[in-house]
């Protein structure tokens, strides 16, 4: 008997789906473009704390109306955070895939690689790697791409190497099935869900990464906005302009916590051994 869904549950898939269809259309909700400037209302408050009414979560330091930054900055945020994702999350299985697959020295040599990421700390990684080809929105998303991939690899290698002794498995390959038929038909619709859960949980890790690299100056750059650009644009006025910095905060702190109480459901729900648990 399955459990129906918590309130906190809800209400993080509920906030998702708020943040999303804000992204999708977002850029209806202002009259105001991203870039658009008024000198004469820079550093405004919002306007139910007596600021203009035209400008409803007020102006930065520039006079470019909040709501249309942070619009435009979750847009980018998670469009980069997502490609990533998914960047990462089809390089890994791949890379599990082929080592389960040819196994020997490739097999050493693939996990050996895959040892030396998880080893290091992808922040210094990234911070060397920004430094040495310096920064375009394709790298940075390559970049992205590069966080976690090492997590799909091990993942996928022990599904692949605990499915090839199965039964099912073993005659697929008496039929001569080419491999990819045999990776792609049979063995990655059983490793569909626990890939699924991995994602949503590394979701909100890229978001973090991303928004700490751009709040750092080393992401996303003018004229492109991300949340933790406009975060990071609103540190020198946290006395007298807070809202610059707050709301985006907000934003990243909702999104993060919503999309990893959503992946822990889904672990919950999805994973086997916790339903046999459960059962």
């Known amino acids: 008997m399955s459990r129906r869904p918590s309130i906190v549950v809800l209400l993080s898939a509920a906030v998702l789906g708020a943040v999303v269809l804000v992204a999708l259309l977002g850029n209806v909700l202002t009259p105001h473009a991203v870039t658009g400037q008024d000198l004469l209302n820079r ?22 109306d909040m709501v249309a930054r942070l619009v435009a900055g979750l847009q980018m945020s998670l469009a980069v955070a997502l490609a990533g994702t998914l960047i990462g999350a089809v390089f890994g299985t791949l890379v599990g895939f082929v080592a389960a697959h040819f196994r020997g020295w490739v097999e050493e040599v693939l996990m050996m690689v895959v040892d030396f990421q998880a080893s290091l700390p992808f922040i210094l990684i990234a911070l060397t ?19 976690g991939w090492e997590t799909y690899a091990r993942l996928a290698r022990g599904v692949v190497l605990s499915a090839a002794s199965q039964p099912y498995a073993r005659a697929v390959v008496a039929l001569g099935a080419h491999p990819v038929q045999l990776y ?7 490793v569909a ?27 996303i750059q003018p004229p492109n906005a991300s949340l933790g650009q406009i975060l990071g644009d609103g ?17 990243i702190f909702v999104i993060t916590l919503s999309m990893s109480v959503l992946g822990d459901a889904l672990r919950d729900r999805l994973d086997p051994m916790l339903k046999q648990r459960t059962s």
């Open 129 to 147: 790697l920004l430094a040495f080809f310096g920064n375009s929105l394709t790298l940075f998303v390559i970049l992205m791409g590069m966080f």
């Open 184 to 190: 792609g038909r049979h063995i990655l619709p059983n």
């Open 43 to 64: 550093l405004k408050p919002p306007a139910f704390l007596g600021g203009p009414e035209q400008y409803p979560l007020g102006t930065d330091r520039l006079g470019r």
């Open 235 to 251: 540190r020198d006025y946290l006395s007298t302009a807070w809202w610059i910095s707050v709301w985006p905060g907000a934003l």
């Open 193 to 219: 869900s626990a890939l699924i859960v991995q994602i949503t949980l590394t979701f909100p890790q890229i978001i973090l990464l991303e928004t700490s690299l751009s709040f750092l100056g080393l992401g």
